[in-house]
């Protein structure tokens, strides 16, 4: 069957270098030469040399300009790349082109997409400061909730674009998220802010063609020389943005860029991670590399005395982006960043998503104590959050809140057995077993009543037995051991789209 392409284009020389520049739609304002890079504005059939684009950055994307795939039944052309930047990570923007002219955005954030089409509020929006993280709102009378409220920069454009924010000069964007999966962004680079709203989608369900070959993607590792002991040290990811030494096990900061200089952190204690960084496994029917791994310690609010630990995972697959393996004492689970905003209740003992209610399991402040491997965003040893767990059976859903963004994640919980088969680790299987999660496991020494009771008498009965024994020896103490933390647990980086 024969292949829509667009009904129009406009071709010209580029100001700068006279190649030719070629924009599809008649929305396009700029465009970006793709040989000398120049910035051109175009006023009706006259271009205009306004500046030069910085080079985007590689990040090994499957997606590339001029692929073609069908969204709600109409098809459509990839004509146009912005890549952004905020504190939290690095995002890209793709400008679709309609067959019939109309215009959306394919947002791209490590390995998660979004639709968007642009909407237009009935009422004027609020100005930036009005979006508090972690409130409620309505916009034309729908409910959502404010998951980031951060100041952004352009740091690189590609092909046609209908906007094109000041490169360089900050400024805010706004994620609010609902119940039902959406995602609404307002984009203050322009005045009045541009609405746009989306929903979640997988790249195989847009019948993409014209793609990026794996074959093509040649991601050769990047190599510098540690800034805290001069050992070598291997970026393979190239969206990382930090990466630790696996020499002295300093964490190094590499959201700034290339160059010297880097920010670094020495780590005092090494964490043996159970399943090895570069280790890869099939799970949820794809294979998964192991490509970072942190230690993390909770404690209840205003009480840091009473400590928990757990483990995370980062996973990767170049066509389904990141997820992670939690390892607590009460089981493993699998999490993934969601798209929409769970709705909390009155008292915030429960929350629902996508039509399930989870009950309130755990709340609890968060500390990462050791970082091993290559991260997406700039992860910090000692780096702080606020976390709600809740569950509805093998089902979890976990809130991480930090000053600036507040993620929601989803999973479900997996069998010792199952990781163990998936990273073909049979032979610690013992060291993988975990207890099942229940109504009455502990997380991080939290226990139920009966629980406590029943250890309570043991330990009296443990008690008079020592003391019978060891009259005539002399005391000798000891210490209950804490139990895992967050079966649900989830470390944000950016949840831009």
């Known amino acids: 069957m024969a292949t829509e392409s667009p009904q129009r284009s406009y071709r010209a020389a580029c100001p700068g270098c006279g190649a030719p520049v070629e924009l599809r739609s008649a929305q396009s304002a700029y465009a970006v030469c793709s040989y000398c890079r120049s910035t051109v504005l175009r006023r009706g059939e006259t271009l205009s040399r306004v500046g030069r684009m910085a080079e985007v950055f590689e990040d090994h994307s499957p997606l590339q300009l001029l692929a073609r795939g069908r969204w709600q039944g109409k098809a459509f052309t990839l004509v146009g790349r912005l890549q952004y930047r905020c504190a939290s990570g690095a995002w890209t923007e793709w400008i679709a082109l309609f067959d019939d002219g109309a215009e959306g955005v394919l947002g791209e954030d490590n390995g998660a997409y979004v639709f968007s089409l642009p909407a237009t509020a009935t009422r004027e929006l609020p100005q930036a400061p009005h979006f508090r993280v972690g409130a409620r709102t309505a916009i034309d009378g729908q409910p959502f909730e404010v998951a980031s409220n951060e100041q952004t920069t352009l740091i690189s454009a590609q092909g046609e674009l209908p906007r094109l924010p000041a490169a360089g000069q900050p400024f805010a964007m706004v994620t609010l998220r609902s119940a039902a999966g959406e995602v609404l962004g307002i984009d203050y680079s322009l005045a009045p802010p541009q609405l746009s709203r989306g929903v979640s989608v997988r790249l195989e369900d847009l019948g993409l063609s014209g793609l990026r070959e794996t074959s093509t993607k040649e991601e050769a590792a990047r190599q510098f020389n540690c800034p805290q002991c001069g050992a070598p040290v291997e970026v393979a990811l190239a969206a990382s943005k930090s990466v630790t030494c696996g020499a002295c096990h300093s964490l190094i900061d590499l959201s700034r860029g290339a160059g010297g200089g880097w920010p670094h952190a020495q780590q005092d204690e090494a964490e043996e991670p159970l399943i090895p960084l570069g280790a890869l496994g099939q799970l949820q029917g794809a294979q998964w590399q192991v490509v970072g791994f942190q230690h993390r310690v909770g404690h209840e609010p205003g009480d840091e005395d009473e400590t928990f630990g757990w483990d995370e995972y980062l996973l990767y697959n170049r066509q389904r982006g990141f997820i992670f393996l939690v390892d607590t004492q009460e089981g493993w689970s699998i999490v993934k960043p969601t798209t929409g905003a769970a709705t909390l209740s009155a008292g915030e003992q429960s929350a629902s ?96 009543c009966g629980t406590i009771i029943l250890m309570f008498i043991l330990i009296l009965i443990l008690l008079v037995v020592v003391r019978s024994c060891m009259d005539d020896r002399g005391g000798s103490g000891f210490a209950p051991r804490s139990g895992g933390g967050s079966f649900g647990g989830y470390s944000g980086g950016g949840g831009h789209k």
């Open 353 to 448: 998503y996508l039509g399930t209610k989870y009950q309130l399991k755990y709340s609890y402040e968060a500390r990462t104590t050791y970082v091993a491997g290559e991260f997406y965003w700039p992860v910090q040893s000692g780096q702080k959050t606020f976390n709600r767990d809740f569950a509805q059976g093998a089902n979890l859903l976990s809130m991480e809140r930090t000053a600036g963004e507040l993620t929601w994640s989803s999973g479900t919980t997996i069998g010792s057995d199952a990781v163990a088969k998936a990273f073909r680790l049979e032979q610690k299987k013992d060291l993988l077993k975990r207890s099942d999660v229940g109504p009455t496991s502990a997380a991080g020494g939290r226990v139920g």
